[in-house]
């Protein structure tokens, strides 16, 4: 970690990373208003993340990330720009949304560019997996959309094939969705852009369907 990171994470840390404590966050009080929420999972180095809370203002951001290099520059990012609509939970994602998060609260979910573990035997391992979409589908309100978004052609295919098939979403699109405006363009991905490389957006809304 750069000196910048190191001191976000000393002066920021406390105010803007959310203790996890194996229980309901109470995100009303963490963000000290009542706001639509969207939890982005896996945000990397925060660039995306920042920008896409800075253009909404009117809405509250959680990103959830377990490496600590990475929430050091989103939280220096976080000063930076200012940001009062932004908080982190430096933890496992799937015990955060599990646990942490309540069914039919959440107006957004965004996981872009996850780990693709691109060797077939390791594709057991990647987080879009049915079981987690449900879970994630059940934190959505009805309206609430999930946004996806991957480089790996066939991770996106693999994407596509779970989303659809599971019952509380449905997709916007015939197939894979434009890059909505709201998401921006990293560096990374404009340049693999310009080098002919693809990238799969999928954004599925969550239906009036309730389980079981």
């Given at each position: ?66 490496h600590t290099p990475g929430v050091g520059a989103l939280l220096k990012a976080i000063g930076e720009r200012g940001l009062a609509n932004l908080r982190i939970v ?123």
């Open positions: 970690m750069g000196s910048g990171q190191e001191k976000a994470l000393t002066e920021l840390g406390p105010h803007f990373i959310l203790p996890w404590r194996n229980e309901r966050l109470d995100l009303d009080a963490a963000f000290g208003r009542s706001a639509d929420r969207v939890v982005e999972i896996g945000f990397g180095m925060g660039q995306a993340t920042a920008e896409i809370a800075a253009n909404q203002p009117e809405a509250d951001f959680l990103g959830i990330e377990v430096q933890h496992d994602a799937v015990a955060v949304l599990h646990d942490g998060i309540a069914p039919d609260s959440l107006a957004g979910i965004h996981i872009y560019f996850p780990d693709p573990w691109h060797k077939k035997r390791h594709h057991k391992r990647r987080l879009i997996q049915p079981e987690f979409m449900h879970m994630l589908a059940g934190r959505l309100r009805p309206g609430g959309y999930i946004h996806l978004a991957t480089d790996w052609e066939n991770y996106a295919e693999q994407m596509l094939s779970v989303l659809s098939a599971e019952p509380l979403l449905q997709n916007t699109a015939q197939g894979y969705a434009p890059r909505p405006a709201f998401r921006p363009l990293t560096k990374f991905e404009a340049r693999g852009l310009r080098l002919g490389h693809g990238v799969w957006d999928l954004l599925f809304i969550r239906t009036e369907v309730k389980n079981g």
